[in-house]
């Protein structure tokens, strides 16, 4: 008799393949299938060969190679796919079982499907998985949601596969996040913030570029040093890297010949939306997805850069060189620090609106290690909620407080030399907008108010007495001459 196996997969693209092999890899036996069964094959003929694989056909096929209370994982593309495997699915499953979805899927379609899993007597787990291929082979960010019962089935198959932290390696970057669909929001906020990282990132090379006129190698030299600080991440490093990667079609280095249009995936787009709902400032993402927007009409802004013009650049000096990378450096950590700040709000407003018992300091954890976002400073947000489970805001902790205090005055002159030499920083003019905003006790929705209940009778509230307020604005305007 065949051993029965331990994990089922659906889907065997890139991410799908390189999951199974590393749930493999950690002692489990694992059943695949894809709807292309070719796949199958070849998976089993080549990385698979001879590995405690079962390749599988049918989806009937793979339900009976498992073991109970059986685990089916798919990883096929997010949205009405996702609906119509399930259907196949729960015919053939029995109570207990799980099915879990490791697409970037949409929260609502998470908390709908959980819902209706489990009045079939099946639990359901949706998944943020970040990191990317290699991170799905070697060790991926985790981030489960769903039916709380299906945790402790999974748990030891998740917390195996995930990337590994701390000083002695063993912090599995995957905890229980939430019920229904709280994984799969904050993979969202993952996600989101990772576009804002992007976006500030090439915002500073843009800086150092034009500004500076810095070359490819003298930027590799930049960002390596940057990389060994408190800027160190995943995104620092992969951005070193690509400076020195040489085009093997032409001449000098292949960045240079790549055109300046980004694709998005739209969970940036999620994320600004549902912030949006929450009534959260959560601009730097909504600044990094109107980047990637502009960067889409290349051809209307070619036309447009033979018609309008900017400054003389060569009018406006940028001081010392040395000094002025730093400023750009301090620019980036505390712009960065604002990005987080915002999607933790934003998480902390999703829970309270969907009754979801985030932890933030874990949420963090589950960052530090095999997903995009990976940073030396998550730590640093760990330990702040650790601290302060119900903390406000991150830029109230002290470090962050201490952090954007002493980056300002670089990050105000680097605002200001961009704008004055025409370069587009929108993201690092977002983040200190916001970080203006925030500090301040008064801004100017008074006047706002006082034009929504002149128009619209909207009404308002006063600062020196309780109550709803008003005022015939006609009858006593003064009148213009």
Same mark, same amino acid.
């Given at each position: 008799m065949t051993e029965k196996c331990d994990f089922g997969l659906i889907g065997l693209a890139v991410m799908g393949?390189?999951?199974?092999?590393n749930v493999e890899s950690r002692g489990f036996r694992v059943a695949v299938y894809n709807r292309t069964v070719d796949k199958v094959d070849a998976l089993l003929a080549g990385r698979a060969r001879g590995k405690r694989f079962q390749g599988c056909h049918t989806i009937t096929e793979l339900v009976a190679s498992l073991a109970k209370p059986r685990k089916v994982m798919m990883l096929v593309k997010a949205g009405p796919a996702v609906d119509?495997?399930?259907?196949?699915?729960?015919?053939?499953?029995?109570?207990?079982?799980?099915?879990?979805?490791?697409?970037?899927?949409?929260?609502?379609?998470?908390?709908?499907?959980?819902r209706y899993?489990?009045?079939?007597?099946?639990?359901?787990?949706?998944?943020?998985?970040?990191?990317?291929?290699?991170?799905?082979?070697?060790?991926?960010?985790?981030?489960?949601?769903?039916?709380?019962?299906?945790?402790?089935?999974?748990?030891?198959?998740?917390q195996a596969i995930a990337a590994k932290v701390g000083p002695n390696n063993d912090i599995p970057c995957c905890e229980w996040v939430g019920p229904r669909g709280a994984g799969h929001y904050v993979k969202m906020v993952h996600n989101g913030i990772e576009y804002g990282d992007m976006q500030l990132i090439c915002e500073a090379y843009l800086m150092l570029k034009e500004a500076l006129g810095l070359s490819n190698a003298e930027?590799?030299?930049?960002?390596?040093?940057?990389?060994?600080?408190?800027?160190?991440?995943?995104?620092?490093?992969?951005?070193?890297?690509?400076?020195?990667?040489a085009d093997d079609l032409a001449s000098g280095e292949l960045v240079d010949k790549i055109l300046d249009t980004a694709g998005a995936k739209?969970?940036?787009?999620?994320?600004?939306?549902?912030?949006?709902?929450?009534? &959260? #400032?959560?601009?730097?993402?909504?600044? +990094?997805? !109107?980047?990637?927007?502009?960067? /889409?009409i290349k051809d209307a802004r070619v036309r447009a850069s033979?018609?309008?013009?900017?400054?003389?650049?060569?009018?406006h000096a940028i001081g010392e060189r040395t000094a002025f990378i730093e400023a750009v450096r301090q620019a980036l950590y505390a712009s960065k620090i604002c990005s987080y700040a915002q999607g933790f709000v934003q998480l902390q407003a999703a829970a309270k609106e969907h009754d979801w018992p985030l932890n933030y300091?874990?949420?963090?954890?589950l960052w530090r290690g095999g997903c995009i976002i990976r940073a030396q400073f998550l730590d640093r947000i760990k330990e702040a909620f650790s601290k302060k489970p119900d903390l406000e805001n991150l830029l109230l902790h002290p470090y962050f407080t201490r952090a954007v205090h002493e980056g300002q005055s670089a990050w105000r002159h680097v605002?200001?030399?961009?704008?004055?030499?025409?370069?587009? &920083? #929108?993201?690092?003019?977002?983040?200190? +907008?916001? !970080?203006?905003?925030?500090?301040? /006790?008064?801004?100017?929705?008074?006047?706002?108010?006082?034009?929504?209940?002149?128009?619209?009778?909207?009404?308002?509230?006063?600062?020196?007495?309780?109550?709803?307020?008003h005022t015939d604005w006609i009858a006593r305007r003064r009148t213009p001459r």
């Amino acid at each position: 008799m065949t051993e029965k196996c331990d994990f089922g997969l659906i889907g065997l693209a890139v991410m799908g393949e390189n999951l199974a092999l590393n749930v493999e890899s950690r002692g489990f036996r694992v059943a695949v299938y894809n709807r292309t069964v070719d796949k199958v094959d070849a998976l089993l003929a080549g990385r698979a060969r001879g590995k405690r694989f079962q390749g599988c056909h049918t989806i009937t096929e793979l339900v009976a190679s498992l073991a109970k209370p059986r685990k089916v994982m798919m990883l096929v593309k997010a949205g009405p796919a996702v609906d119509e495997l399930m259907e196949q699915l729960i015919p053939l499953l029995e109570p207990g079982d799980v099915i879990i979805d490791g697409g970037n899927e949409h929260y609502t379609n998470t908390e709908r499907r959980t819902r209706y899993v489990e009045s079939k007597g099946l639990l359901f787990i949706g998944t943020g998985v970040s990191g990317g291929e290699e991170g799905a082979l070697k060790g991926p960010s985790l981030m489960p949601g769903g039916s709380p019962a299906a945790w402790p089935l999974l748990r030891p198959i998740f917390q195996a596969i995930a990337a590994k932290v701390g000083p002695n390696n063993d912090i599995p970057c995957c905890e229980w996040v939430g019920p229904r669909g709280a994984g799969h929001y904050v993979k969202m906020v993952h996600n989101g913030i990772e576009y804002g990282d992007m976006q500030l990132i090439c915002e500073a090379y843009l800086m150092l570029k034009e500004a500076l006129g810095l070359s490819n190698a003298e930027l590799y030299d930049v960002f390596d040093e940057w990389n060994r600080g408190e800027l160190q991440s995943y995104l620092i490093e992969i951005s070193r890297d690509i400076f020195s990667v040489a085009d093997d079609l032409a001449s000098g280095e292949l960045v240079d010949k790549i055109l300046d249009t980004a694709g998005a995936k739209g969970t940036g787009k999620w994320m600004s939306q549902l912030a949006l709902d929450l009534g &959260v #400032p959560s601009t730097l993402v909504t600044a +990094a997805v !109107y980047a990637r927007c502009i960067s /889409a009409i290349k051809d209307a802004r070619v036309r447009a850069s033979q018609v309008l013009s900017g400054p003389q650049s060569a009018a406006h000096a940028i001081g010392e060189r040395t000094a002025f990378i730093e400023a750009v450096r301090q620019a980036l950590y505390a712009s960065k620090i604002c990005s987080y700040a915002q999607g933790f709000v934003q998480l902390q407003a999703a829970a309270k609106e969907h009754d979801w018992p985030l932890n933030y300091g874990d949420c963090a954890l589950l960052w530090r290690g095999g997903c995009i976002i990976r940073a030396q400073f998550l730590d640093r947000i760990k330990e702040a909620f650790s601290k302060k489970p119900d903390l406000e805001n991150l830029l109230l902790h002290p470090y962050f407080t201490r952090a954007v205090h002493e980056g300002q005055s670089a990050w105000r002159h680097v605002v200001t030399t961009a704008t004055q030499r025409g370069i587009p &920083v #929108p993201a690092f003019s977002t983040a200190l +907008a916001y !970080y203006d905003s925030y500090r301040r /006790a008064f801004l100017p929705a008074n006047l706002l108010q006082a034009q929504r209940d002149y128009f619209g009778a909207h009404t308002y509230q006063r600062t020196d007495r309780p109550g709803v307020f008003h005022t015939d604005w006609i009858a006593r305007r003064r009148t213009p001459r």
